[in-house]
T-cell receptor, first 119, second 115 residues
Framework: DADVTQTPRNRITKTGKRIMLECSQT?????MYWYRQDPGLGLQLIYYSFDVKDINKGEISDGYSVSRQAQAKFSLSLESAIPNQTALYFCATSDTRYAGGPSNTGELFFGEGSRLTVL | RKEVEQDPGPFNVPEGATVAFNCTYSNSASQSFFWYRQDCRKEPKLLMSVYSSGNEDGRFTAQLNRASQYISLLIRDSKLSDSATYLC????????????????FGQGTILTVHP
């Protein structure tokens, strides 16, 4: 079983619908991230969370919200989906315990991605 | 200016060639640096961290130049299996500059190695 699991893996929805992408991890890591990837643009950071009570906006948080329900779960919501949110979404985790302290961060471990299409 | 910039390529090289990628970053307070590899339609995976003194892992060599704010990746003796997108990643301070962990990706450099 994957250490970082994303659901759903694929979703097609219509403009205006509310969508939730879920991420769960069994690695015991403290930090979790949501990225989106568009062709030619690399990965853009949407939100990141250092622990359950610490959530931060990334580069492109407008139109998105997140919830860190537990250390192992970090969900991303699109309250009212629009076509330009069509993208591949990745959840990732990292562990500061092996990163040399809070000024560093360890290796990112990614889920397999959730492909979202908004019509 | 983007926080992390890479030449998107594509780089198209024959097997056995040496190829180098560069990446520049804008935040001088950035603390740590990485190269990730992403195969088509797959998730990114860590290739190597980049240390101040430079580091080597087999055919791969990473360098960091803090004064000029760039990092590089050199691949020697390219293999067909090296074909992928290479992503530069920088760890910068979060808002307020009180903690790190905001990992920013470059747009990636596409490498194709052909027979």
């Amino acid at each position: 079983d994957a250490d970082v699991t994303q659901t759903p893996r694929n979703r097609i929805t219509k403009t205006g619908k509310r969508i939730m992408l879920e991420c769960s991890q069994t690695k015991g890591h403290d930090r979790m991230y949501w990225y989106r990837q568009d062709p030619g643009l690399g990965l853009q950071l949407i939100y990141y969370s250092f622990d359950v009570k610490d959530i931060n906006k990334g580069e492109i948080s407008d139109g998105y919200s997140v919830s860190r329900q537990a250390q192992a779960k970090f969900s991303l919501s699109l309250e009212s989906a629009i076509p330009n949110q069509t993208a591949l979404y990745f959840c990732a985790t990292s562990d500061t315990r092996y990163a040399g302290g809070p000024s560093n961060t360890g290796e990112l471990f990614f889920g397999e991605g959730s492909r979202l299409t908004v019509l | 200016r983007k926080e992390v910039e890479q030449d998107p390529g594509p780089f198209n090289v024959p097997e056995g060639a040496t190829v180098a990628f560069n990446c520049t970053y804008s935040n001088s307070a950035s603390q740590s640096f990485f190269w990730y590899r992403q195969d088509c339609r797959k998730e990114p995976k860590l290739l190597m961290s980049v240390y101040s003194s430079g580091n080597e892992d087999g055919r791969f060599t990473a360098q960091l130049n803090r004064a000029s704010q760039y990092i590089s990746l050199l691949i020697r003796d390219s293999k067909l299996s090296d074909s992928a997108t290479y992503l530069c990643v920088v760890n910068s301070p979060s808002a307020g500059g009180t903690s790190y962990g905001k990992l920013t990706f470059g747009q990636g450099t596409i490498l194709t190695v052909h027979p």
